[in-house]
């Protein structure tokens, strides 16, 4: 189908599914709607591996920039995140801290309408010293 805007691009969607199976199966086959650009997926798993509960959606650039896995000790479990750039990137799950990133098709300093990625670089470096 023709993207209703130009850059248009779509993302699985879902609201705490069982499992990254489900998410997928019955993610609507829909365009991401303006004001987003990237694609968005948090994993909830228990310390062996499996899973709780699944988030996937379409994000604007500030709900990338806190990518990466947090432990919920009191509860034992796992929470990752990742962001990705490009239609449908998000099929995979963030399981770890190799794979829970935020990846972009160009670099976020040519990024359209991000206009000073010095304040981008000094969030993100907080972000990774505060984690």
């Known amino acids: 189908s ?4 130009p850059h248009g ?8 599914a069982a499992d990254n199976y489900e998410c997928n199966r019955w993610a609507p086959d829909v365009y991401c709607p303006r004001g987003t650009r990237y694609c ?3 994993h909830m798993m228990k310390v062996t591996g499996e899973s709780v509960s699944v988030t996937k959606r379409c994000v604007p650039l500030e709900d990338c920039l806190s990518t990466g896995c947090t432990y ?7 929470v990752c995140t990742s962001c ?3 239609s449908i990137c998000n099929l995979p799950l963030p399981r770890n801290t190799t794979d829970a990133v935020f990846t972009t098709l160009s670099p976020l300093s040519s990024t359209k309408g991000l206009s000073c990625p010095v304040t981008l ?10 984690s």
């Open 72 to 78: 919920v000790k009191h509860e034992e479990y796992k």
């Open 121 to 130: 670089t000094a969030a993100c470096l907080l972000l990774g010293f505060l």
């Open 9 to 16: 691009f779509k993302c699985f969607t879902c609201e705490k």
């Open 84 to 86: 990705c750039e490009g």
């Open 40 to 42: 968005f997926s948090q």
């Open 2 to 5: 023709a993207t209703p805007f």
